[in-house]
């Protein structure tokens, strides 16, 4: 089956300073991919859509210049967390649409991101 | 907002015994699908009912859809300790911007007790 990868898979940061979160489909090839977060014991919520070489498309309260997301290949999609603080601290996740099969999209297993 | 919401919000049962979530939604769909994640992990892929469907099964589980009521109900049999996770619907719908997106209900936290 289709395997998301992403990593780290646990990061502390201090306050102030960037965090880099990589998503790779490891064997096929993903024209979309789709950045989620989740608090604890609460639902995903999709935070932006990533299509292979053009820019994001965020959904409505989240700020772009401060969750920059790039796209670069077929398979690898990066989510950088700008200027990080505490608020910021939870679960990212990554999933990934197989291209040409819309309705199927893999996840991948996560990263926990705590800002000090 | 949630597209989805889920009831209960939580369960606790015996093994071996049925579990039965159920999901409500609001907007049109093109497909209705049901995710499994474990404590701190990511989430997977259990079934996918697509809007013209009414039931589905795979091996012990078993999802309905009712579109008239914007609805659908996932029942697990013969539930094992393995069992134990979070479950979420998730609707598939064309966004704002023109793409597919999966919109998450609110999750029900299941547990099994052996």
């Known amino acids: 089956g289709a395997v998301v990868s992403q990593h780290p898979s646990r990061v502390i940061c201090k306050s102030g300073t960037s965090v880099k979160i990589e998503c790779r489909s490891l064997?096929?090839?993903?024209?979309?991919m789709f950045w989620y977060r989740q608090f604890p014991k609460q639902s995903l919520m999709l935070m932006a859509t990533?299509?292979?070489?053009?820019?994001?498309?965020?959904e409505q309260g989240v700020e772009k210049d401060k969750f920059l997301i790039n796209h670069a290949s077929l398979t690898l999609s990066t989510l950088t967390v700008t200027s990080a603080h505490p608020e910021d601290s939870s679960f990212y996740i990554c999933?990934?649409?197989?291209?040409?099969?819309?309705?199927?999209?893999?996840f991948g297993p996560g990263t926990r991101l705590t800002v000090l | 907002s949630q597209q989805g919401e889920e009831d209960p919000q939580a369960l606790s049962i015996q093994e071996g015994e049925n579990a039965t979530m159920n999901c409500s939604y609001k907007t049109s769909i093109n497909n209705l699908q049901w995710y499994r994640q474990n404590s701190g992990r990511g989430l997977v892929h259990l079934i996918l009912i697509r809007s013209n469907e009414r039931e589905k099964h795979s091996g012990r589980l078993r999802v309905t859809l009712d579109t008239s009521k914007k609805s659908s109900s996932l029942l697990i049999t013969a539930s094992r300790a393995a069992d134990t996770a979070s479950y979420f619907c998730a609707t598939d719908l064309i966004s704002n911007f023109g793409n597919e997106k999966l919109t998450f209900g609110t999750g029900t936290r299941l547990t099994i007790i052996p």
């Open positions: 064997d096929f090839q993903a024209t979309t």
């Open positions: 990533s299509n292979e070489g053009s820019k994001a498309t965020y």
């Open positions: 999933s990934a649409r197989v291209t040409g099969i819309t309705d199927t999209q893999y």
